[in-house]
């Protein structure tokens, strides 16, 4: 069981704050021959195989690892730039993992605002005045739970469908956002969250549970 995701997304349907909390699944791992008999990409600063499925890597996996080192983006860990590196035959044999690739920002924003008109057509096809809108949608491999405020401000939790608890941790959340960022006389409304203050400096012991906290070193940013 495990938190994957936390969005904050004002009233006008923009992102404000989000936090990952997991790391990409890797599908699949092979040891490759030169020459490479898939053809990789780059697109959006990510490396994607774009034609050659194949074992259980599929068109649109993103290359995590080279030889056990991580990829971010077209370079990895160590700064090699991941496409000329595997085009030199000197390389190889070389062992590349594969999996799905994390979202970038431009993606998150769109989701963030798509998932705000979902809300407000869901509001409105209610058959009774004063839905609630959409508080939790339900697939095989997550759960999305949504607290929406008086205000307007959404808090969205992406978690396993397993997760107990979500309620309260949505509301601790909106908690630590009201007192730290709020009360931030530095911090605009309707603006991105970005300084990360140590809530440890505030609190003589963590605020919520370990269990249920989705902030890693229990921290939230104004």
């Known amino acids: 069981m495990a938190i994957f995701s936390v969005f904050v997304v004002n009233k006008a349907g923009g992102l404000i704050y989000q936090l990952d909390s997991y790391a990409p699944r890797a599908e699949a791992e092979k040891t490759f021959s030169y020459p490479l008999d898939l053809l990789l990409k780059l697109h959006d600063d990510r490396v994607l195989v774009a034609f050659g499925q194949r074992d259980g890597i599929r068109v649109g996996h993103a290359v995590l690892a080279i030889n056990g080192v991580d990829v971010s983006g077209k370079y990895t860990a160590d700064g090699k730039e991941v496409l000329e590196y595997l085009g030199n035959p000197a390389n190889y044999p070389v062992s590349i993992r594969f999996g799905r690739p994390r979202l970038t920002s431009n993606e998150k924003l769109m989701l963030a605002s798509m998932f705000h008109s979902l809300f407000a057509i869901g509001s409105q096809l209610s058959p009774e005045q004063g839905s609630s809108g959409i508080e939790m949608l ?27 608890g979500i309620d309260s941790l949505l509301r601790k959340i909106y908690e630590i956002y009201s007192d730290f960022a709020l009360k931030n006389p530095f911090y605009s409304l309707e603006m991105p969250i970005r300084y990360v203050v140590p809530l440890p400096r505030f609190w003589s012991k963590p605020p919520c549970s370990p269990s249920l906290c989705a902030f890693p070193q229990c921290h939230f940013e104004v």
């Open 138 to 164: 339900e697939t095989d491999t997550f759960k999305l739970h949504c607290f929406q405020t008086l205000t307007g401000i959404k808090f969205v939790v992406l978690a396993d469908p397993r997760q107990a």
